[in-house]
């Protein structure tokens, strides 16, 4: 079968005064119908913008797709139109904010807000779109949803509001659903409401969800696939299993190192990744995480490693000694 | 946690009550109970982690205990002496054994100052040192938090978030405290620059002899720090046990919800885990609901729940609860 999504070297670039922050670097993988894939990675390695290149929201000046393909279902996003753009956004793929907030429009009513994209893309009535927003909201778990069609952003909790924002990502029957850090601003008993929710949902509507977040525990209840981002490039990129049970690259290991876990003896120290991820401004020639891996050798910084598949597994590593590590039984 | 320890701190039915917000020139809102009859105490060198979600008042009750806020009532004991009975000018002086780190490094270091004087201000207020003894406490510190003593003239936008941090510790360890409180200081952070910061705050407390109020959100995070773990709900401490105790063996409701809710970064364990879900949100601490203040999505609720309010008491063995259900 073929993919649903398929990302060829995509690659962003943000030109500032100051010099070309190279945001994405030749970012390339696919996605199935029906697969979570979780995009982990720390503040400012690329994981929201390269989402937003593919929906083709990147502001122009200064950010700018310098290269790249991404096909969804056959057609490739980046040669289209604004107009043809729009058709695509919202009904085949549509994206779930952080921040509820500041992603819902505090003058107009919830309703109305799910309704837009109804009228907009699906030919409806007001009164159809009406009853289907209805629906929506009744379908992520607002209690009275019919009666609170009416009611504001402000009236609704931090948690109901990310439900309607998820009703309304949900309204045109996507075949992607981009959730960008969808639960980082809320509670954990909150969030562990949305997670149930987002899997029922997944389970009955059958699209494929991108799931961005920094969160490894999050993604591990969730994801089929995960692609770990550093510096604007995937780093390393597998089924779940593969990632979190045979982690090959430095980054990641590092990175569920620094995770405190439920099972360690009082005392453990924490192992913590030395030193601060690199200036986009002034990425390194070799690889980007080179100036804080300990595994380190002369050929890593001279050279960037690319993404190579590991034999007979869906797992592919960017490291140019990821052999070796593995033999050394890091963790 | 041994026997033998000397409580530091006592907190016995603290309350902070803000006026209400809404129509308050008529006094028609109601007081919003930030934090509502708290008790805990705090040992020497330990380490009390206080978790809770938004708005559940642990910020407050961090805040409340530096003084920082007046309480409403309650007393708040420091090396057994009551703070609220305390003049200003002997309140100032216990304040140098108090200090506290705060959550949002960005907002909490001014953009106008240099590093030096940031980290000399508590020094300027409550020492009379002269500036080369000074300069020289100020470098002392910058290399005790892993940064270079040669940072002195540089401004806060310099830095990175976990190095601004770091400069927030420094500042609060100027004067030698006793008790540091926490607040948040690592949930504006990145990943792996969280675990640098808090294998600093533990190295210190060892080196120094601290004692650390941890307030998190982060479960994970806490258990790993603390010794003793309170968790907090609606301005109530509804639980609060040893660390292992509250993980293993929890008892409240609310506390089991909230442990089996923290996000587990292991696909098997994730899997296999048992989770309960809580319906519904937070009530509005303005109008909390009568009884227990957990009765609103509470999963085992009883008609009592309704009517009374639990007591907040010693079940076990250093494990107290405040929950009509746990015998």
Known sequence: MKHLLEVKNLETRFYMQDGVVKAVNNVSYTMDRGEILGVVGESGCGKSVHALSMMQLIPYPPGKITNGEVWLDGQDLLTLSEEEMQKVRGREIAMIFQDPMTSLNPVYTVGFQIMEALLLHNNMSRREARDRAGELLELVGIPGAKDRLDDYPHQFSGGMRQRAMIAMGLSCEPKLLIADEPTTALDVTIQAQIIDLVKKLQDELGMAIMWITHDLGVVAELAHTINVMYAGSIVETGKIHNIYKDTKHPYTIGLLGSLPRLDDAPGTELVSIPGLPPDLLALPEGCPFAARCVYRIDKCLAEKPPLVEINGKDHAVACWRWEEIAGMGSR | ?327
């Open chain 2, 1 to 327: 946690m041994k026997a033998d320890m000397k409580k530091l701190v006592e907190v016995r039915n603290l309350k902070k009550y803000f006026p209400g917000s809404e129509s308050s020139f008529f006094h028609t809102g109601n007081d919003v109970k930030a934090v509502d009859d708290v008790s805990f105490d705090i040992y020497e060198q330990e380490t009390l982690g206080l978790v809770g979600e938004t708005g559940c008042g642990k910020t407050t009750v961090g805040r409340t205990m530096l003084h920082l806020y007046r309480p409403t009532a309650g007393s708040i004991l420091f090396n057994g002496v009551d703070l609220i009975t305390l003049g200003e000018k002997e309140l100032r002086h216990q304040r140098r054994k108090m200090q506290m780190i705060f959550q949002d490094p960005y907002a909490s270091l001014n953009p106008r100052m240099t590093v030096g004087s940031i980290i000399g201000s508590p020094l300027d207020v409550h020492t009379k040192q002269d500036r080369k003894t000074k300069q020289d406490r100020v470098q002392e510190l910058l290399e005790m938090v892993g940064l270079n003593p040669d940072f002195v003239n540089r401004y806060p936008h310099e830095f990175s978030g976990g190095q601004r941090q770091r400069i927030g510790i420094a500042r609060a360890l100027a004067l030698n405290p006793e008790f540091v409180v926490c607040d948040e200081p690592i949930s504006s952070l990145d990943v792996s620059i969280q675990a640098q910061v808090v294998n600093l705050l533990e190295d210190l407390q060892k080196k120094l002899g601290l004692t650390y109020l941890f307030i998190a959100h982060d479960l994970s995070m806490v258990r790993h720090i603390s010794d003793r773990i309170a968790v907090m709900y609606l301005g109530k401490v509804v639980e609060l046990a040893d660390r292992d105790e509250i993980f293993l063996n929890s008892l409240h409701p609310y506390t089991q919800a909230l442990m089996s809710a923290v996000p587990v970064p292991d696909p098997d364990l994730a899997d296999k885990k048992h989770r309960i879900i809580l319906e519904g949100d937070i009530p509005n601490p303005a109008d909390p609901p009568v009884g227990c203040n957990f009765n609103t999505r509470c999963p085992i609720a009883v008609d009592k729940c309704f009517k009374e309010e639990p007591v907040y008491r010693e079940t076990a063995d250093k494990h107290w609860i405040a929950c009509h259900l746990v015998k």
